[in-house]
């Protein structure tokens, strides 16, 4: 077993800071507290955390994951980021209380208000589109839902319903998205009916605490945002970055995983380059003159970008 000195924290800190190179760091702890049952190391990493903008709860699942790959590798290396499943505590696989599985790349996924836009974009070859109604009448959801089913018959989309999974399942939707707060207010017997029924299940997630509880359901993919800044929701969390969102990728790589929050054409190859298979797209198609030019823009940039990152590999 490793034994790391507390005069070892600020110089992990440092090479904490230094591997986790996407965020700017003003200035280090210089010491680590004594007054602490966790380690130099794990407290260490945790200040660092902070100081990388985690929130408090995301800054000590690294730091736990941190102490748990020195652990488990017998050394410490600073210049790599905990991204082992089970260093997070994560379920090994296969998992036989798994969600149905979706395609591995979900291509470009429209996020679209009423089952009329779902129809428009299913039909101009859009490969995942999810409706994300809202309403409160329970006949107009259930009416806007069936329709948006009836609108992608016959076109390849995979149809994905925000929220409304009762519906979903009646209705015949190919999946549903909820987010943690949904996801929070589920019973098990919720779980086991969407389970039952087929229906595929992605959950948003918005870092290290929201991935491992998402991980908890076995989903059929996962969301990962919000990268960059965005009017569309009120977040709890900042922008993850793309130097975050390489290293959930890279933690979350037995899911599908969908990029989502303030992406936009430019800034498209960046995101794909970290190892999410799917972009999740709002405003462009939506506040977009041609929501059909747009999105075969989108989807032959993602084509291009994909493409370029297979030969890379080779």
Known sequence: MLNL???QGPEATQAIVQAHGDVALPEL?????????????ETAVHQACLRLGFIEADARCV?????Q????????EPEVWPTEAADFGLQPWPRPQAFAPCPANLGL????????????????????V??????????????????AVDAVQGTGALLFINDHW??????????????????GTLQPVDLEDMRSAGLRLGLSTHGYVEMLRADAASPSYMALGAVFPTTLKRMATAPQGTGRLARYAQLMRQYPLVAIGGIDAERLPEVLACGAGSVAVVRALVQAADPEATAAQWMASMKANMANQSVTQL
Do not use: N
């Open 69 to 76: 790959q020195t652990l488990r590798t017998g050394r410490f």
């Open 5 to 7: 000195t507390a005069a």
């Open 63 to 67: 730091a736990r994951a941190w102490a």
């Open 29 to 41: 702890v210089t010491q680590t507290s004594v007054k602490t049952t966790a380690s130099p190391l």
């Open 166 to 183: 009762q519906a979903a399942i009646r209705c015949g939707a190919y999946g549903v998205h909820l987010g943690q707060e949904d996801l």
């Open 130 to 147: 999810q409706l994300r109604f809202k309403s409160e009448d329970p006949a107009g959801i259930e009416r806007e839902v069936q329709a």
């Open 109 to 128: 996924y429209a996020v679209l208000p009423d089952a009329a836009l779902v129809g428009r974009m299913a039909r101009a070859g859009v490969p995942t």
